[in-house]
Protein backbone atom coordinates (compact mmCIF):
# COMPACT_ATOMS: atom_id res chain seq x y z
CA UNK A 1 0.00 0.00 0.00
CA UNK A 2 0.92 3.68 -1.09
CA UNK A 3 2.45 5.47 2.04
CA UNK A 4 0.48 8.79 2.85
CA UNK A 5 3.12 10.75 4.70
CA UNK A 6 7.29 9.31 4.27
CA UNK A 7 9.07 11.71 6.60
CA UNK A 8 12.27 10.45 7.32
CA UNK A 9 14.79 12.34 10.18
CA UNK A 10 13.16 15.76 9.36
CA UNK A 11 14.65 18.53 10.87
CA UNK A 12 13.38 22.24 9.60
CA UNK A 13 14.19 25.59 11.24
CA UNK A 14 10.45 27.99 10.96
CA UNK A 15 10.33 31.49 10.83
CA UNK A 16 14.46 31.08 12.58
CA UNK A 17 12.82 30.85 15.72
CA UNK A 18 11.70 26.85 16.24
CA UNK A 19 13.38 24.13 15.64
CA UNK A 20 10.69 20.96 14.47
CA UNK A 21 12.76 16.99 14.72
CA UNK A 22 14.20 14.97 13.83
CA UNK A 23 10.55 13.97 12.90
CA UNK A 24 10.05 10.16 11.52
CA UNK A 25 6.50 9.71 10.76
CA UNK A 26 5.51 7.12 8.18
CA UNK A 27 1.30 6.39 7.65
CA UNK A 28 -0.03 4.17 4.93
CA UNK A 29 -3.19 5.17 3.10
CA UNK A 30 -6.61 4.90 4.54
CA UNK A 31 -4.71 4.45 8.26
CA UNK A 32 -4.87 6.84 11.67
CA UNK A 33 -2.15 8.30 13.17
CA UNK A 34 -1.90 10.04 16.15
CA UNK A 35 1.11 12.47 17.07
CA UNK A 36 0.55 13.58 20.91
CA UNK A 37 2.08 16.20 22.92
CA UNK A 38 1.80 19.23 24.78
CA UNK A 39 1.54 22.84 25.14
CA UNK A 40 4.34 24.33 23.22
CA UNK A 41 5.90 20.78 21.61
CA UNK A 42 5.56 22.03 17.97
CA UNK A 43 1.72 19.98 17.20
CA UNK A 44 0.23 23.38 15.41
CA UNK A 45 3.80 23.82 13.38
CA UNK A 46 3.82 20.13 11.93
CA UNK A 47 0.06 20.72 11.20
CA UNK A 48 1.14 23.59 9.16
CA UNK A 49 3.88 22.04 7.69
CA UNK A 50 2.16 18.78 6.57
CA UNK A 51 -0.60 20.54 4.51
CA UNK A 52 2.15 23.44 3.34
CA UNK A 53 -0.02 26.15 4.80
CA UNK A 54 3.41 27.89 5.84
CA UNK A 55 4.52 31.50 4.28
CA UNK A 56 6.57 31.25 2.09
CA UNK A 57 10.65 31.28 3.43
CA UNK A 58 9.66 30.56 6.46
CA UNK A 59 11.34 27.66 6.57
CA UNK A 60 15.44 26.44 6.77
CA UNK A 61 18.17 24.56 7.86
CA UNK A 62 16.26 21.98 5.94
CA UNK A 63 17.84 18.22 6.65
CA UNK A 64 16.06 14.89 5.35
CA UNK A 65 13.14 13.42 3.56
CA UNK A 66 9.26 15.17 3.43
CA UNK A 67 6.70 13.28 1.32
CA UNK A 68 3.53 14.24 1.96
CA UNK A 69 0.90 12.37 -0.94
CA UNK A 70 4.25 11.46 -3.30
CA UNK A 71 5.18 15.22 -3.62
CA UNK A 72 8.30 16.71 -1.59
CA UNK A 73 6.39 19.45 0.29
CA UNK A 74 9.85 20.84 0.99
CA UNK A 75 10.00 21.98 -2.66
CA UNK A 76 6.48 22.12 -3.51
CA UNK A 77 4.90 24.11 -0.26
CA UNK A 78 1.40 25.31 -1.48
CA UNK A 79 -2.04 24.33 -0.05
CA UNK A 80 -4.05 21.70 -1.98
CA UNK A 81 -7.45 20.60 -1.40
CA UNK A 82 -6.32 16.74 -0.95
CA UNK A 83 -4.53 17.69 2.25
CA UNK A 84 -7.08 19.41 4.52
CA UNK A 85 -6.15 20.78 7.84
CA UNK A 86 -8.97 20.97 11.00
CA UNK A 87 -8.01 23.40 13.50
CA UNK A 88 -9.01 24.29 17.14
CA UNK A 89 -10.95 27.84 16.07
CA UNK A 90 -13.41 26.22 13.45
CA UNK A 91 -14.99 29.82 12.78
CA UNK A 92 -11.80 31.14 11.09
CA UNK A 93 -11.88 28.22 9.15
CA UNK A 94 -15.03 29.06 7.49
CA UNK A 95 -15.36 31.09 3.62
CA UNK A 96 -17.09 33.93 5.46
CA UNK A 97 -18.88 34.37 2.39
CA UNK A 98 -21.63 31.85 3.22
CA UNK A 99 -25.09 32.84 4.74
CA UNK A 100 -26.11 29.42 5.24
CA UNK A 101 -24.52 25.71 6.55
CA UNK A 102 -25.84 24.42 3.39
CA UNK A 103 -23.83 26.76 1.13
CA UNK A 104 -20.71 26.53 3.58
CA UNK A 105 -20.40 22.98 2.81
CA UNK A 106 -20.63 23.54 -0.78
CA UNK A 107 -18.32 26.15 -1.00
CA UNK A 108 -15.67 24.03 -1.73
CA UNK A 109 -17.28 21.61 -3.84
CA UNK A 110 -18.07 24.42 -6.42
CA UNK A 111 -14.59 26.14 -6.32
CA UNK A 112 -13.64 22.50 -7.34
CA UNK A 113 -16.26 23.18 -10.77
CA UNK A 114 -17.82 19.43 -10.12
CA UNK A 115 -20.64 18.72 -11.21
CA UNK A 116 -24.46 20.01 -9.21
CA UNK A 117 -25.99 16.51 -8.75
CA UNK A 118 -22.25 15.62 -6.94
CA UNK A 119 -22.29 18.74 -4.85
CA UNK A 120 -25.56 18.39 -3.44
CA UNK A 121 -24.77 14.63 -3.32
CA UNK A 122 -21.71 15.18 -0.92
CA UNK A 123 -23.57 18.13 0.68
CA UNK A 124 -26.49 15.49 1.95
CA UNK A 125 -23.68 12.81 2.98
CA UNK A 126 -21.78 15.05 4.99
CA UNK A 127 -24.48 16.86 6.53
CA UNK A 128 -26.02 13.12 7.85
CA UNK A 129 -22.82 11.67 8.64
CA UNK A 130 -22.38 14.86 10.94
CA UNK A 131 -25.57 15.09 12.56
CA UNK A 132 -26.01 18.89 10.83
CA UNK A 133 -29.31 18.11 8.93
CA UNK A 134 -30.81 20.66 11.04
CA UNK A 135 -28.52 23.46 10.91
CA UNK A 136 -28.80 23.33 6.96
CA UNK A 137 -29.98 26.84 6.56
CA UNK A 138 -28.29 28.35 9.98
CA UNK A 139 -25.75 30.76 9.46
CA UNK A 140 -22.40 29.88 10.31
CA UNK A 141 -21.04 32.70 12.37
CA UNK A 142 -24.09 31.76 14.31
CA UNK A 143 -23.25 28.34 15.41
CA UNK A 144 -22.19 27.56 18.89
CA UNK A 145 -18.36 26.10 19.04
CA UNK A 146 -19.56 22.31 18.70
CA UNK A 147 -21.56 22.82 16.26
CA UNK A 148 -19.26 25.03 13.77
CA UNK A 149 -16.50 22.20 14.44
CA UNK A 150 -18.91 19.82 12.62
CA UNK A 151 -20.03 22.10 10.16
CA UNK A 152 -16.49 22.78 9.62
CA UNK A 153 -15.57 18.75 9.79
CA UNK A 154 -18.28 18.37 6.67
CA UNK A 155 -17.12 21.45 4.77
CA UNK A 156 -13.61 19.68 5.02
CA UNK A 157 -14.49 15.81 4.34
CA UNK A 158 -17.09 17.04 1.15
CA UNK A 159 -13.21 17.95 -0.39
CA UNK A 160 -12.71 14.31 -0.32
CA UNK A 161 -8.89 14.79 1.14
CA UNK A 162 -6.53 12.31 0.87
CA UNK A 163 -5.03 13.40 3.86
CA UNK A 164 -6.82 15.30 6.65
CA UNK A 165 -5.02 16.61 9.79
CA UNK A 166 -6.62 17.17 13.12
CA UNK A 167 -4.93 19.76 15.19
CA UNK A 168 -6.50 19.52 18.27
CA UNK A 169 -9.94 19.90 16.02
CA UNK A 170 -12.41 18.06 18.50
CA UNK A 171 -11.59 20.00 21.86
CA UNK A 172 -14.87 21.91 21.44
CA UNK A 173 -17.09 18.72 21.31
CA UNK A 174 -18.63 16.77 23.80
CA UNK A 175 -17.43 13.31 24.39
CA UNK A 176 -20.52 11.81 22.59
CA UNK A 177 -20.54 14.35 19.64
CA UNK A 178 -16.45 13.71 19.51
CA UNK A 179 -16.90 9.61 19.12
CA UNK A 180 -20.13 10.35 16.50
CA UNK A 181 -17.15 12.60 14.64
CA UNK A 182 -14.80 10.47 14.57
CA UNK A 183 -16.71 7.75 13.06
CA UNK A 184 -18.06 9.89 10.64
CA UNK A 185 -14.70 10.35 9.57
CA UNK A 186 -13.66 6.76 10.07
CA UNK A 187 -16.77 5.99 7.27
CA UNK A 188 -15.13 8.45 4.87
CA UNK A 189 -11.82 6.96 5.62
CA UNK A 190 -12.92 3.29 4.08
CA UNK A 191 -14.64 4.97 1.77
CA UNK A 192 -12.05 7.40 0.31
CA UNK A 193 -8.79 5.80 1.34
CA UNK A 194 -7.96 8.85 3.60
CA UNK A 195 -5.21 9.17 6.26
CA UNK A 196 -5.80 10.75 9.00
CA UNK A 197 -3.34 12.58 11.76
CA UNK A 198 -4.80 13.60 14.97
CA UNK A 199 -2.84 15.96 16.78
CA UNK A 200 -3.93 16.08 20.13
CA UNK A 201 -3.12 16.66 23.62
CA UNK A 202 -5.23 14.00 25.30
CA UNK A 203 -4.76 10.21 24.65
CA UNK A 204 -8.33 9.70 23.93
CA UNK A 205 -9.91 9.61 21.72
CA UNK A 206 -6.70 9.83 19.56
CA UNK A 207 -5.86 6.03 20.70
CA UNK A 208 -9.10 4.46 20.16
CA UNK A 209 -9.03 4.97 16.74
CA UNK A 210 -5.34 5.64 15.77
CA UNK A 211 -2.89 1.71 15.85
CA UNK A 212 0.07 3.76 15.41
CA UNK A 213 0.83 6.58 17.74
CA UNK A 214 3.96 8.76 18.67
CA UNK A 215 5.07 11.67 21.05
CA UNK A 216 6.04 14.98 19.74
CA UNK A 217 8.68 16.57 22.39
CA UNK A 218 9.95 20.00 22.16
CA UNK A 219 9.82 19.29 18.32
CA UNK A 220 10.84 15.54 18.13
CA UNK A 221 8.86 12.58 17.42
CA UNK A 222 9.75 9.64 19.57
CA UNK A 223 7.90 6.20 18.94
CA UNK A 224 5.13 5.36 21.87
CA UNK A 225 6.94 2.25 22.65
CA UNK A 226 10.28 4.29 23.38
CA UNK A 227 8.65 6.41 25.73
CA UNK A 228 8.73 6.17 29.37
CA UNK A 229 5.02 6.19 30.90
CA UNK A 230 6.52 9.58 33.53
CA UNK A 231 7.22 10.74 29.89
CA UNK A 232 3.60 10.26 28.86
CA UNK A 233 2.03 10.91 32.02
CA UNK A 234 3.94 14.64 31.84
CA UNK A 235 3.03 15.10 28.15
CA UNK A 236 0.02 13.71 27.76
CA UNK A 237 -3.45 14.48 29.23
CA UNK A 238 -4.56 11.07 30.66
CA UNK A 239 -7.55 9.53 32.96
CA UNK A 240 -6.45 9.46 36.06
CA UNK A 241 -6.77 6.00 36.68
CA UNK A 242 -4.49 5.29 33.54
CA UNK A 243 -2.29 7.53 35.44
CA UNK A 244 -1.98 5.54 38.28
CA UNK A 245 -1.86 2.23 36.79
CA UNK A 246 0.88 3.14 33.89
CA UNK A 247 2.88 4.65 37.15
CA UNK A 248 2.43 0.96 39.30
CA UNK A 249 2.16 -1.55 36.41
CA UNK A 250 4.48 -0.82 33.47
CA UNK A 251 8.19 0.25 32.98
CA UNK A 252 7.93 1.02 29.34
CA UNK A 253 4.88 1.47 27.37
CA UNK A 254 5.46 -1.74 25.25
CA UNK A 255 3.84 -2.93 27.83
CA UNK A 256 1.08 -0.45 27.60
CA UNK A 257 -1.75 -2.29 25.42
CA UNK A 258 -2.63 -4.26 28.30
CA UNK A 259 -2.89 -1.43 30.90
CA UNK A 260 -4.83 0.90 28.00
CA UNK A 261 -7.20 -1.97 26.88
CA UNK A 262 -9.81 -1.67 29.45
CA UNK A 263 -9.98 2.43 28.63
CA UNK A 264 -10.13 1.80 24.37
CA UNK A 265 -13.65 2.29 23.27
CA UNK A 266 -14.21 -1.24 20.65
CA UNK A 267 -14.72 0.26 17.08
CA UNK A 268 -18.07 0.79 15.66
CA UNK A 269 -19.38 -0.19 12.48
CA UNK A 270 -19.47 2.65 9.95
CA UNK B 1 -35.69 42.26 -10.04
CA UNK B 2 -31.86 41.11 -10.10
CA UNK B 3 -29.74 43.03 -7.51
CA UNK B 4 -27.36 44.30 -10.21
CA UNK B 5 -30.34 46.30 -11.81
CA UNK B 6 -31.14 47.61 -8.50
CA UNK B 7 -27.59 48.66 -8.11
CA UNK B 8 -26.85 49.98 -11.47
CA UNK B 9 -30.73 52.50 -10.49
CA UNK B 10 -28.97 53.58 -7.22
CA UNK B 11 -25.74 54.47 -9.32
CA UNK B 12 -27.83 56.11 -11.79
CA UNK B 13 -30.09 58.37 -9.55
CA UNK B 14 -27.01 59.34 -7.24
CA UNK B 15 -24.55 60.00 -10.16
CA UNK B 16 -27.50 61.97 -12.04
CA UNK B 17 -27.71 64.16 -8.58
CA UNK B 18 -23.85 65.72 -9.11
CA UNK B 19 -25.87 67.11 -12.31
CA UNK B 20 -29.01 68.55 -11.45
CA UNK B 21 -29.43 72.42 -10.29
CA UNK B 22 -30.48 73.33 -6.86
CA UNK B 23 -33.86 74.01 -7.27
CA UNK B 24 -34.49 70.29 -8.55
CA UNK B 25 -32.17 68.34 -6.34
CA UNK B 26 -34.36 69.43 -2.93
CA UNK B 27 -36.57 67.17 -5.10
CA UNK B 28 -34.32 64.38 -5.89
CA UNK B 29 -33.18 64.31 -2.37
CA UNK B 30 -36.95 64.33 -1.11
CA UNK B 31 -37.75 61.45 -3.44
CA UNK B 32 -35.80 58.44 -1.57
CA UNK B 33 -36.87 60.50 1.54
CA UNK B 34 -40.69 59.87 1.11
CA UNK B 35 -39.78 56.53 -0.31
CA UNK B 36 -38.98 55.31 2.52
CA UNK B 37 -41.56 57.03 4.86
CA UNK B 38 -44.34 55.41 2.79
CA UNK B 39 -42.59 52.00 3.04
CA UNK B 40 -43.32 50.76 6.16
CA UNK B 41 -40.22 47.79 6.16
CA UNK B 42 -37.93 50.42 4.94
CA UNK B 43 -39.09 53.38 7.42
CA UNK B 44 -36.27 52.84 10.43
CA UNK B 45 -33.95 53.58 8.03
CA UNK B 46 -34.78 57.57 7.98
CA UNK B 47 -33.44 57.35 11.46
CA UNK B 48 -29.62 56.49 9.96
CA UNK B 49 -30.21 59.03 7.79
CA UNK B 50 -30.68 61.97 10.15
CA UNK B 51 -28.05 60.50 12.13
CA UNK B 52 -25.67 60.56 9.61
CA UNK B 53 -26.15 63.43 7.49
CA UNK B 54 -27.27 65.76 10.48
CA UNK B 55 -23.65 66.18 11.88
CA UNK B 56 -22.17 66.36 8.60
CA UNK B 57 -24.42 69.42 7.37
CA UNK B 58 -23.60 70.94 10.86
CA UNK B 59 -19.95 69.97 10.04
CA UNK B 60 -20.15 71.68 6.85
CA UNK B 61 -22.14 74.78 7.56
CA UNK B 62 -19.15 75.47 10.53
CA UNK B 63 -16.85 75.09 7.80
CA UNK B 64 -17.95 76.44 4.72
CA UNK B 65 -19.73 79.52 6.28
CA UNK B 66 -15.99 80.98 7.62
CA UNK B 67 -17.41 80.47 11.25
CA UNK B 68 -14.81 78.61 12.59
CA UNK B 69 -12.37 80.82 10.54
CA UNK B 70 -13.44 83.30 12.52
CA UNK B 71 -13.54 81.72 15.85
CA UNK B 72 -9.83 81.11 15.55
CA UNK B 73 -8.19 83.69 13.17
CA UNK B 74 -10.09 86.99 15.73
CA UNK B 75 -10.48 88.40 12.03
CA UNK B 76 -13.42 90.73 11.70
CA UNK B 77 -13.42 90.80 7.83
CA UNK B 78 -14.99 87.21 7.61
CA UNK B 79 -17.99 87.09 5.29
CA UNK B 80 -20.68 85.00 6.35
CA UNK B 81 -22.83 84.67 3.08
CA UNK B 82 -25.14 81.29 2.97
CA UNK B 83 -22.47 78.23 2.06
CA UNK B 84 -24.27 77.36 -1.09
CA UNK B 85 -21.39 74.89 -1.82
CA UNK B 86 -21.68 73.44 1.09
CA UNK B 87 -25.38 73.19 1.04
CA UNK B 88 -25.46 71.92 -2.43
CA UNK B 89 -22.37 69.42 -1.15
CA UNK B 90 -24.43 68.28 1.72
CA UNK B 91 -27.22 67.74 -0.59
CA UNK B 92 -25.61 65.51 -3.39
CA UNK B 93 -24.63 63.56 0.23
CA UNK B 94 -27.80 63.34 1.30
CA UNK B 95 -29.16 61.80 -1.95
CA UNK B 96 -26.43 59.02 -2.14
CA UNK B 97 -26.77 58.09 0.86
CA UNK B 98 -30.37 57.86 1.16
CA UNK B 99 -30.86 56.11 -2.28
CA UNK B 100 -28.32 53.78 -0.93
CA UNK B 101 -30.50 52.96 2.00
CA UNK B 102 -33.12 51.95 -0.15
CA UNK B 103 -30.90 49.67 -1.99
CA UNK B 104 -30.05 48.01 1.10
CA UNK B 105 -33.34 47.60 1.74
CA UNK B 106 -34.38 46.15 -1.40
CA UNK B 107 -31.31 44.26 -1.77
CA UNK B 108 -30.48 41.94 1.33
CA UNK B 109 -26.73 41.63 1.93
CA UNK B 110 -27.06 37.45 1.27
CA UNK B 111 -28.97 38.13 -2.65
CA UNK B 112 -25.69 41.14 -3.31
CA UNK B 113 -23.23 38.35 -2.27
CA UNK B 114 -25.09 35.54 -4.28
CA UNK B 115 -25.88 37.64 -7.17
CA UNK B 116 -21.75 38.59 -7.27
CA UNK B 117 -20.77 35.19 -6.98
CA UNK B 118 -22.92 33.78 -9.75
CA UNK B 119 -21.52 37.09 -12.12
CA UNK B 120 -19.58 37.11 -14.61
CA UNK B 121 -16.86 38.51 -12.59
CA UNK B 122 -14.05 36.18 -11.21
CA UNK B 123 -14.15 34.82 -8.15
CA UNK B 124 -11.42 36.43 -6.64
CA UNK B 125 -13.23 40.17 -7.30
CA UNK B 126 -16.66 38.78 -6.45
CA UNK B 127 -15.26 37.85 -3.15
CA UNK B 128 -13.34 41.19 -2.77
CA UNK B 129 -16.74 43.74 -3.89
CA UNK B 130 -18.78 41.60 -1.76
CA UNK B 131 -15.81 41.33 1.37
CA UNK B 132 -16.95 44.83 3.32
CA UNK B 133 -20.57 43.60 3.24
CA UNK B 134 -19.76 40.26 5.23
CA UNK B 135 -17.41 42.10 7.76
CA UNK B 136 -20.11 43.09 9.96
CA UNK B 137 -21.42 39.01 11.35
CA UNK B 138 -17.31 38.31 12.06
CA UNK B 139 -16.76 41.74 13.37
CA UNK B 140 -19.99 41.43 15.79
CA UNK B 141 -18.93 38.47 16.68
CA UNK B 142 -15.04 39.14 17.32
CA UNK B 143 -16.17 42.05 19.36
CA UNK B 144 -18.70 40.17 21.63
CA UNK B 145 -15.41 38.24 22.36
CA UNK B 146 -13.14 40.87 22.92
CA UNK B 147 -15.44 42.33 25.17
CA UNK B 148 -16.37 39.32 27.22
CA UNK B 149 -12.29 39.08 27.81
CA UNK B 150 -12.04 42.80 28.89
CA UNK B 151 -14.93 42.48 30.95
CA UNK B 152 -13.10 39.77 32.72
CA UNK B 153 -10.36 42.33 33.12
CA UNK B 154 -12.44 44.61 34.89
CA UNK B 155 -13.04 47.43 31.87
CA UNK B 156 -16.76 48.38 32.37
CA UNK B 157 -18.99 48.74 29.37
CA UNK B 158 -21.63 50.88 31.41
CA UNK B 159 -21.99 53.91 32.97
CA UNK B 160 -21.71 57.54 31.49
CA UNK B 161 -21.01 58.42 27.77
CA UNK B 162 -17.36 59.69 28.71
CA UNK B 163 -16.86 56.21 30.78
CA UNK B 164 -18.42 54.39 27.18
CA UNK B 165 -16.14 56.07 25.05
CA UNK B 166 -13.17 55.47 27.27
CA UNK B 167 -13.63 51.65 26.82
CA UNK B 168 -13.09 51.91 22.99
CA UNK B 169 -9.59 51.72 23.03
CA UNK B 170 -9.61 48.99 24.85
CA UNK B 171 -12.31 47.44 22.43
CA UNK B 172 -11.29 48.67 18.83
CA UNK B 173 -7.32 48.02 19.33
CA UNK B 174 -7.68 43.97 19.89
CA UNK B 175 -10.10 43.75 17.30
CA UNK B 176 -7.86 45.52 14.89
CA UNK B 177 -5.02 43.51 15.46
CA UNK B 178 -6.61 40.24 15.80
CA UNK B 179 -8.55 40.98 12.17
CA UNK B 180 -4.93 41.64 11.02
CA UNK B 181 -3.70 38.42 12.73
CA UNK B 182 -6.68 36.24 11.44
CA UNK B 183 -6.11 36.71 7.86
CA UNK B 184 -3.59 34.70 7.19
CA UNK B 185 -5.60 31.38 8.49
CA UNK B 186 -8.33 32.87 6.68
CA UNK B 187 -6.56 32.81 3.40
CA UNK B 188 -5.11 29.38 4.44
CA UNK B 189 -8.46 28.23 4.73
CA UNK B 190 -9.67 29.29 1.22
CA UNK B 191 -6.93 28.03 -0.37
CA UNK B 192 -7.78 24.92 1.19
CA UNK B 193 -11.16 25.04 0.11
CA UNK B 194 -9.71 25.61 -3.38
CA UNK B 195 -11.02 28.97 -3.56
CA UNK B 196 -9.73 30.65 -7.52
CA UNK B 197 -8.40 27.16 -7.85
CA UNK B 198 -9.85 26.98 -11.27
CA UNK B 199 -11.49 30.18 -12.82
CA UNK B 200 -14.80 29.12 -13.32
CA UNK B 201 -17.00 27.33 -10.26
CA UNK B 202 -20.17 25.57 -10.24
CA UNK B 203 -23.04 28.20 -9.27
CA UNK B 204 -25.54 26.05 -7.42
CA UNK B 205 -28.26 28.79 -6.83
CA UNK B 206 -28.35 31.00 -9.40
CA UNK B 207 -30.03 34.43 -9.50
CA UNK B 208 -32.74 34.99 -12.10
CA UNK B 209 -33.49 38.11 -14.37
CA UNK B 210 -36.31 39.49 -16.78
CA UNK B 211 -34.64 39.78 -20.32
CA UNK B 212 -35.08 43.02 -20.22
CA UNK B 213 -32.61 43.95 -17.14
CA UNK B 214 -29.42 43.56 -18.88
CA UNK B 215 -30.99 46.35 -21.56
CA UNK B 216 -32.21 48.60 -18.51
CA UNK B 217 -28.96 48.41 -17.00
CA UNK B 218 -27.01 49.78 -20.18
CA UNK B 219 -29.42 52.01 -20.63
CA UNK B 220 -28.53 53.86 -17.21
CA UNK B 221 -25.35 53.52 -17.64
CA UNK B 222 -25.80 55.41 -21.24
CA UNK B 223 -27.87 58.30 -19.69
CA UNK B 224 -25.28 58.67 -17.00
CA UNK B 225 -22.48 59.02 -19.87
CA UNK B 226 -25.18 61.33 -21.59
CA UNK B 227 -25.76 63.43 -18.77
CA UNK B 228 -21.78 63.99 -17.50
CA UNK B 229 -21.21 64.53 -20.96
CA UNK B 230 -24.37 67.27 -21.47
CA UNK B 231 -22.96 68.89 -18.07
CA UNK B 232 -19.50 69.31 -19.12
CA UNK B 233 -20.36 70.36 -22.40
CA UNK B 234 -22.60 72.89 -21.12
CA UNK B 235 -20.06 74.02 -18.78
CA UNK B 236 -17.35 74.21 -21.13
CA UNK B 237 -19.75 76.92 -23.39
CA UNK B 238 -20.75 79.26 -20.47
CA UNK B 239 -17.00 79.19 -19.25
CA UNK B 240 -16.16 79.75 -22.93
Sequence with gaps: MALSLDIDRLMVDVHGVYQLGPITLKLEEGQWLAVLGGNGSGKSLLARLLVGSLEDGSLRYIQGKCEVLGSNILLENEMKHTRQ?????????????????????AFGPQNLALPTAEIMSRVETALTRFKCQHLRLRNPQTLSGGEAQRVLLACVLVMHPKLLVLDQALGRLSQEATYQALDAIQCYVEELQCSVVMLEHRLFPAADYCLQRVLLEEGRTR???????????????????LKTMLRQETANLNEAARVLAPFMRGSQPC | ????????????????????????????????????????????????????????????????????????????????????????LWLRLFVFFAAAQLWLQKVPTQQFVAALFSSRLPIG????????????????????AIKEAQSARGVSFDGSLVQRLKTIVPLLSPLLMQSLNDLTTRSSALDARAF?????????????????????????????????????????????
Excluded at chain 2, 125 to 144: D, I, R, V
Aim: proline share 7%; aromatic share 14%.
Design chain 2, 196 to 240: RRYPHRTVLKPISEYRWEPFLRVVLLCCLLVEGGAFWLYHSISIG
Design chain 2, 1 to 88: MHPFTWLALWLWYSVSALFVPLPILVGWCMVPVVMMMMWAAARWRIKIVMVFMIPMGIGLWLVHSHWLQSLFSHNDNVSFAVPMFAIV
Design chain 2, 125 to 144: MAYLCAGPLLLKEQLKQQLA
Design chain 1, 85 to 105: RVQQSPYLQFSGCCFTVEDEI
Design chain 1, 223 to 241: PFEEILPSSLVQQVVLPEQ
